[in-house]
């Protein structure tokens, strides 16, 4: 169902996101707006909304280990994904500029 709604912007130029759109993209206070303006004029807004380092534990490529995964494990896992993310942000910063 499309809905139709304004808001106003304040001398700071901030808008409220009206508690209708809000509550149906449960965006939350550190959520983060994604702004797209198309070549047209259409603006498209998309939540982000930010996970957690535990909401990716899946994510982790821990070794196979014969017994249970420490907090160091972990730390290692998280510090060699955190180097192939810079890796590739790095990567797409070269790609971008060229």
């Keep these: 169902m499309s809905r139709k709604m304004d808001a106003t912007v304040t001398s700071k130029h901030q808008v409220t996101i009206p508690v209708e759109i809000r509550e149906r993209l449960g965006v939350k206070p550190g959520d983060r707006l994604r702004f797209h303006l198309s070549d047209s004029g ?9 996970r957690s380092i535990f909401d ?4 982790l490529k821990l070794p196979p280990l014969d ?5 160091a494990d972990i730390d290692s896992a998280v510090g060699e994904a955190m180097t192939e993310q ?4 790095r990567g797409s910063r070269r790609v971008s500029t060229s």
């Design 56 to 59: 990716r534990l899946d994510e």
């Design 42 to 50: 259409r603006l498209t807004v998309t939540v982000i909304h930010p």
């Design 67 to 71: 017994r249970p995964v420490t907090g």
């Design 86 to 89: 810079e890796e590739r942000v």
